[in-house]
């Protein structure tokens, strides 16, 4: 199961919407029903996105499932590694905030050169 800090020390990122899941490895019939169902067991799912091909009409394999609160989308994160219509998922956030060494934050480190006097 995934945590709040991920492996690098990035930590989740709230969208302007809300709290947002990437979900992959969806089966290529999958509907929002069938994605709506066991991710709704975890808080109330606020919004599902599901890309479709447009020539076939089938399911592109991804999904982004939304919630309002932090805690519920961060419960959800435990269907990693389930199975949809017979399909091993992936669930991990769909946005994150890195961490930044301390050097970056004092102006070093980017590739900004000092300025020089000229007369």
């Known amino acids: 199961m995934m945590t709040d800090n991920l492996e690098n020390g990035s930590r989740p990122q709230c969208s302007v919407e809300g709290w ?22 975890y808080g109330c799912v606020k919004n599902i996105h599901l890309n479709l091909d447009r020539r076939s009409g089938f399911c592109k394999g991804y999904a982004l499932v939304e919630y309002n609160s932090h805690n519920e989308a961060q419960s959800a ?34 590739g900004c050169r000092k300025k020089m006097r000229t007369r």
């Open 20 to 41: 947002i899941l990437f979900v992959t490895g969806l089966h290529e019939e999958a509907q929002e029903d069938d994605i709506r169902d066991p991710f709704s067991e």
């Open 77 to 110: 994160l435990k269907l990693h590694d389930t199975k949809i219509l017979g399909k091993s998922i992936q669930v991990e956030w769909a946005f994150v905030k890195p961490v930044y060494s301390t050097d970056v934050h004092r102006g070093e480190n980017r």
